[in-house]
């Protein structure tokens, strides 16, 4: 399976755990209980978290502390990004060049 | 982003009549014009305006690169519809696009609607969607990023 910020982000719980997680550090309990899902489920959506490099968890002593890694998620951002302004920059692109067209034909 | 969730849709009013709009989208005098982004000088290798015909563009990147456009246009009703398929290799493939002009006046109603077909797109589509819906959590994001 891939392990990568999209395929952290192609699943509803992960998503709902990251925006949790980009307000506070919460112990997996903490975050369990946001959910009406298993502990052992969450875990589970964690420990993939985890192998996408977007969840750091730490043990500190019985307790494990989950906090985000925004950096990991800066490839989303690019692909965003660039994918939006892709097909933005070329109908712009297109209506400068229809005005510009339109209004020499008005000259003529 | 429409609602069937796996197409983009971009509209607007352009200034000009619809047949200049629908010349300037085909014609590969045009074309070649406004495809590529600023600086960026765009190649109409191949370009044949019938349904089933290909075209293919090409633009040099920065780096000497060419970076190639393609796709077979899959209807045509001038002035009025246009749909292509397109790959934007290696970013965008598979997609169809559809351009629909209507005439208001002097003024052409411009619909351009990026639909995408693949189960893969539609998850990018999803996570699209998800970035939209939660900017106020990408902004704290933001602001850790600069910590």
Not at chain 1, 52 to 64: A, D, M
Not at chain 2, 19 to 25: H, R, T
Not at chain 2, 70 to 95: C, H, Q, R, W
């Amino acid at each position: 399976m891939r392990r990568d910020v999209f395929q952290a982000m192609a699943d509803p719980v992960r998503r709902d755990i990251i925006e949790l997680l980009a307000r506070d550090i919460l112990t997996i309990n903490e975050v369990a209980d946001h959910f009406d899902i298993s502990r052992p489920a969450i875990s589970k959506q964690l420990r993939i978290l985890q192998e996408c490099g977007l969840v750091r968890i730490e043990q500190k002593g019985r307790v494990r502390y989950c906090s985000i890694q925004p950096k990991e998620l800066i490839p989303a951002f690019l692909w965003i990004d660039r994918y939006r302004s892709l097909w933005e920059e070329k109908v712009d692109s297109f209506e400068a060049y229809v005005n510009q067209l339109s209004s020499k034909n008005k000259k003529l | 982003m429409s609602q069937d969730n796996r197409t983009l849709t971009i509209e607007r009013i352009l200034n000009a009549p619809i047949q200049l709009v629908w010349d300037a989208w085909t014609q590969p005098e045009h074309i070649a014009k406004w495809w590529g982004p600023k600086g960026m000088d765009t190649r109409v290798e191949v370009h044949e305006l019938k349904v089933g015909g290909t075209w293919r563009f090409a633009m040099r990147m920065p780096d000497g690169k060419d970076f190639i456009a393609e796709g077979i246009y899959k209807e045509l009703s001038p002035p009025n519809k246009l749909v292509t398929s397109a790959d934007f290799k290696p970013m965008t493939e598979g997609v169809s696009l559809e351009v629909l002009l209507e005439a208001d006046g002097d003024q052409t109603k411009f619909t351009f609607n990026v639909v995408h077909p693949t189960e893969e797109y539609c998850k990018q589509q999803e996570a699209m969607g998800f970035y939209n819906g939660w900017a106020s959590t990408f902004d704290r994001l933001a602001e850790l990023l600069q910590t």
